[in-house]
């Protein structure tokens, strides 16, 4: 098939004109139309294999300029350029009248795998964020699946291997430059994360190790050698300033699988002198490893996170959706030690990735998945005794030890969610893969499915690539008016602001995070002007906030405000009592969806206490004591309630702990919900402290 297509390249005839169709009878827009995109499905789809090598080579440059795989802009090139390919993937085989598709256990494990995190859709709680990450998982299955198809013999495989290791010296230096002459605290590149940057520049300098670690002499030109060394030399440097412990652990497994493949058991002794050299030298990574618990003090909070984790999936075994792991994580807060918000932190992922994938997907898409790695390996392993070629060999296990440490860096950090990273994986892989079957064209079976061209087939393979780039463009446009408002907001021009963001719910109404944001910046404009309409327009928002993402504890906690305030407005009695009971309703959902937060037990008890449910308030405020022992307020409002009982306690005792918590904290810089923690007005409760005394 490929070198069909490279044959046909050589001529490309005009479009037919109207006279030279139906021996120059006289056809209608219909007819005319049909065979000029016949034309277009025959003729432009001869530049399909080169647009996909080249829209390959263009993710490997650009992939890892994004900074950190949150910046829309670019995750939007690139996930237009994988649409693109796709489409005219699509096309070529129309041309040819069949779609030739690899099939093996590899491929079905990828399919089934994908086809589980689509499912999810069906019962992931957030809808629009699930759809994301479902695109995102297709569109690194289609292009694993490309990248098969496309590469077909070993040239292409080094010239992008050259364009990795270009990447990895390039990355090398900018690290460098951060580290030794900009300030940097450890070296990260482009990437905001330096454990990210770190893996990145261990898997280029393994891929450049096993080229050299099997290299004959004179086997290379002098000029390569100088490249791969160069390689070495930057990443090697780089990798160190990263300070990765991580990165570390995972390079450590590469390096091992190097040196079991070229030394055998000898490897264990270079590799106990290259230890002890690397503890003895002083260098930023071993003072970071040695020194993790002062560095770091959330440092063994991810044991904390992974045993939630598993606690997570034995809970429910098939999953909670595709992308809901941080959304479903409010129940697992872990505490920090020495921190005034003590139930601050929730785990937004696992820092695991299996383990995440366990949780979202449940424990079939966890096999799935470690099957497919199996499956991987197992060809590996394969190649690697099937090699003759020095040469060959190190290419081989050069890229396998790089996307073995890929995947055990996964073990301890959300590397997946790093597209640069997930890219880097799957080319390495991919490249294993299809050596071998280049080597041995046997071992992979290709399903031939027909795929006849017809007008209205190509019609709908364009149509549908523009509806998922319209999906792509709308989550990106959405954002930036998002970012808009906030910038208003900044400004404190919040009817623009607000304006902005109902712009963004409009393109994307799916966001919970744009009608949060509206219902906010209603609230502040309620205060500013004291314009009922706006709490009504405040509840709209975070009403539709909350039914986007049920499992989000916040959003009916300020419903739960939202419906406080609109109660206190000069309406009937009997709509405040509606609106009270709506408040109260939606704080013990809050309480229910995010236990650990002292706001909505606070908020509740004081509703309880005006309605002289006194025992009710205390018995809330007691439990938020238990979480959070730093929120004041709530504290404050226990003693002096407990005093009004006559309940029985220390009230002087409790009054000197409040003190000393201020003394202890309230005088740094705080952000905005430390000061909420810390913000208390002790005169009610020194004044029923007195007048307790003198009865």
């Not at 290709?446 to 190509?458: E, G, I, T």
């Not at 954002?479 to 994307?508: F, N, P, S």
Request: charged residues 15%; neutral net charge; hydrophobic residues 45%.
């Amino acid at each position: 098939m490929g070198d069909s297509v490279v044959n046909d390249r050589t001529q490309v005839n005009p479009p037919p004109s109207i006279t030279q169709v139906e021996n120059f009878q006289t056809v209608t827009p219909k007819q005319c139309s049909r065979h000029v995109l016949g034309w277009v499905v025959r003729h432009m789809t001869r530049w399909e294999i080169a647009g996909s090598c080249s829209a390959i080579g263009f993710l490997i440059l650009f992939s890892p300029l994004i900074d950190g795989g949150t910046t829309q802009l670019p995750v939007l090139v690139i996930r237009l350029t994988l649409l693109a390919s796709i489409v005219l993937w699509f096309l070529d085989g129309m041309k040819s009248g069949t779609l030739r598709l690899p099939w093996d256990h590899l491929a079905l494990a990828v399919f089934l795998f994908s086809s589980l995190a689509t499912l999810s859709l069906a019962w992931a709680p957030y809808k629009n964020a699930a759809v994301q990450w479902v695109m995102n998982i297709l569109l690194y299955a289609l292009l694993f699946m490309i990248l098969v198809q496309r590469l077909t013999t070993k040239t292409q495989v080094l010239i992008y291997l050259r364009l990795i290791l270009g990447m990895g010296i390039f990355q090398g230096i900018v690290g460098i430059a951060q580290y030794m002459w900009l300030g940097e605290e450890r070296a990260r590149g482009t990437f905001f994360n330096p454990n990210f940057f770190a893996t990145y520049e261990a898997a280029v300098l393994l891929v450049a190790l096993g080229l050299v670690l099997f290299l004959r002499q004179n086997e290379k030109s002098a000029p390569e050698r100088v490249f791969i060394g160069t390689t070495i030399a930057i990443t090697s440097v780089a990798f160190v300033l990263a300070q990765s412990r991580g990165a570390l652990l995972a390079l450590i497994g590469g390096i091992s699988i190097l040196g079991f493949s070229r030394f055998g058991k000898q490897f264990l002794a270079i590799a106990t002198v290259c230890l002890a050299v690397g503890i003895i030298v002083p260098n930023p990574l071993s003072h970071r490893v040695i020194n993790v618990g002062a560095e770091d003090p959330y440092a063994y909070t991810r044991l904390d996170i992974w045993k939630s984790s598993l606690s997570r999936l034995a809970d429910t075994p098939l999953g909670i959706g595709v992308g809901m792991y941080k959304h479903g994580s409010f129940q697992d807060r872990f505490p920090i030690k020495d921190s005034i918000v003590r139930y601050w932190k929730r785990p937004e992922s696992a820092h695991n990735e299996y383990l995440q994938i366990g949780v979202e997907l449940g424990i079939p898409g966890l096999v799935l998945f470690l099957l497919g790695i199996g499956i991987w390996a197992w060809n590996a392993r394969q190649l690697w005794f099937e090699q003759q070629e020095e040469g060959d060999r190190g290419l081989v296990i050069g890229l396998t030890a790089a996307t073995c440490n890929l995947l055990l860096h996964a073990l301890v950090d959300s590397t997946f969610h790093e597209p640069a990273l997930v890219i880097l994986l799957i080319l390495c892989a991919g490249c294993v893969y299809t050596l071998r079957y280049i080597t041995k064209p046997e071992t992979l079976t290709w399903k031939q499915v027909s795929f006849l061209y017809h007008p209205s087939r190509a019609v709908g393979i364009v149509l549908g690539g523009l509806i998922l780039a319209v999906v792509c463009v709308q989550s990106t446009a959405g954002w930036y008016l998002y970012e808009q408002g906030k910038q208003e907001a900044r400004l404190g021009r919040l009817e623009q602001a607000i304006d902005w963001y109902v712009r963004a719910t409009t393109i994307d109404p799916g966001t919970t995070g744009y009608h949060d944001a509206a219902a906010r910046t209603a609230i502040q404009l309620f205060y500013e002007s004291g314009s009922p309409e706006w709490l009504v327009q405040a509840a709209s928002e975070e009403s539709i906030a909350l039914k986007l993402n049920g499992r989000d504890g916040r959003f009916a906690y300020r419903l739960g405000a939202i419906y406080r305030l609109m109660a206190g407005q000069h309406i009937s009695i009997q709509k405040r009592e509606e609106l009270l009971e709506q408040a109260a309703s939606s704080y013990r959902e809050a309480m229910r969806l995010d236990p650990f937060s002292p706001f909505s037990y606070f908020d509740l008890a004081q509703m309880y206490r005006t309605a002289g449910r006194l025992g009710d308030a205390i018995a809330l405020l007691k439990i938020a004591k238990n979480h959070e022992p730093n929120f004041l307020p709530g504290r404050a409002l226990l003693a002096e309630l407990s005093v009004q009982t006559g309940i029985p306690g220390d009230y002087g005792a409790e009054l000197v702990a409040i003190r000393t918590v201020l003394s202890t904290y309230g005088s740094g810089a705080l952000n905005e919900t430390e000061r909420q923690f810390m913000s208390v007005d002790l005169t009610l409760l020194e004044r029923a402290l007195a007048l307790e005394l003198t009865q």
